[in-house]
């Protein structure tokens, strides 16, 4: 799961300008102030668009929670913020909804279909046709390429990569990238989440970990310089919301995904949150080749 957006520019990372509480541990519900939810700034006119929703007048979405950048807090309660929640607040309140309810789901069940009542899901997931069969996609509003995280000061390169001992996470792009392009020497392992794969790299039990490079950026920008991305593979991808399929709604959702794209609303979005996570310029970072 990934950006140029005005001061986000990056090869392979660019902003696709399309058109685009209370609870338990795993959920939270946060009721609109009337301007906005959480900490978030939203945009847009309220209630210009209508929704049928699975709970009245609430925004339910599900994600792989929390996120650094996407879903800022240290458990789900605790997230007011980040470029996916306020773009889920956004969404809600230009469909004059009164609630945002967020739910944590693995990412793995999200992209397999095997969620159910829930609006839609943001979780920095990347449209792939085998995906299409079980779920719905938005328009794209991200664009992703796959990056290369290592301890820092450890010898990886493109040209020894695939002899070397990699990781990565359950039911991703990465993970198909890596046995359907790459396909290294040694049979990669896999991690259910990016704490422990990130973990595994500071620990010396991989030798690289290959997720979105935006994610891997964020990961490396939190290690406390223990880790670093090295390179990334272009590899064509987009981010999508995902959507139940056969969502009543596809058609609603695709619209204010691509009003929130083209007036500006993701841009802000990506300097407001992504930025300071990426700790760096994706754009420099060298740019390797597959074959």
């Known amino acids: 799961m ?3 957006r005005s001061g986000f520019a990056a090869a392979g990372l ?42 009245e007048d609430t925004l339910t979405v599900q994600g792989d929670l929390p996120s650094k950048g996407w879903w800022n807090g240290d458990t789900v309660a605790d997230i007011k ?8 607040a956004t969404i809600a309140y ?4 009164s ?10 069940a999200l992209v397999a279909g095997h969620t159910k009542d829930f609006d839609l899901a943001l979780a920095e997931i990347s449209i792939t046709d085998a995906r299409k069969k079980v779920v719905t996609f938005s328009a794209p509003y ?13 010898t990886v390169t493109g040209d020894n990569l695939r002899t070397l001992r ?18 290294p020497e040694r049979q990669p392992k896999v991690f259910p989440n990016d704490p422990e794969m990130a973990a595994a790299v500071k620990a010396g039990q991989i030798d690289a970990a290959l997720q979105d490079v935006a994610i891997m950026l964020g990961t490396a920008a939190n290690s ?14 987009s981010y999508g919301a995902l959507y139940p399929k056969g969502s009543p709604n596809a058609d609603t959702l695709n619209k204010i995904i691509q009003q929130m794209a083209s007036d500006g609303t993701f841009a802000k979005l990506s300097a407001a949150y992504l930025s300071k996570v990426f700790g760096g310029d994706p754009a420099a970072v060298p740019l390797w080749q597959a074959s």
């Open 2 to 4: 990934t950006r140029t």
């Open 14 to 55: 660019t902003a696709l300008l399309l058109a685009a509480g209370c609870g338990s541990s795993t959920s939270s519900t946060t009721e609109s102030s009337g301007t906005g939810y959480g900490d978030c700034a939203v945009t847009g006119k309220r209630g210009e668009f209508t929704l049928a929703t699975v709970t």
């Open 81 to 88: 913020d980040g470029f996916e929640y306020c773009m889920a």
């Open 94 to 97: 230009r469909a004059g909804l």
């Open 99 to 108: 609630k945002l309810t967020i739910e944590n789901a693995p990412f793995d």
């Open 142 to 154: 991200f664009a992703s390429n796959i990056g290369v995280m290592t301890k820092k000061g450890a």
């Open 166 to 183: 990699l990781g990565v996470k359950q039911g991703t792009t990465g993970a198909d990238f890596v046995a359907n392009v790459l396909k």
């Open 224 to 237: 406390q310089g223990a880790l670093t991305v090295v390179g990334q593979y272009s590899t064509g991808e």
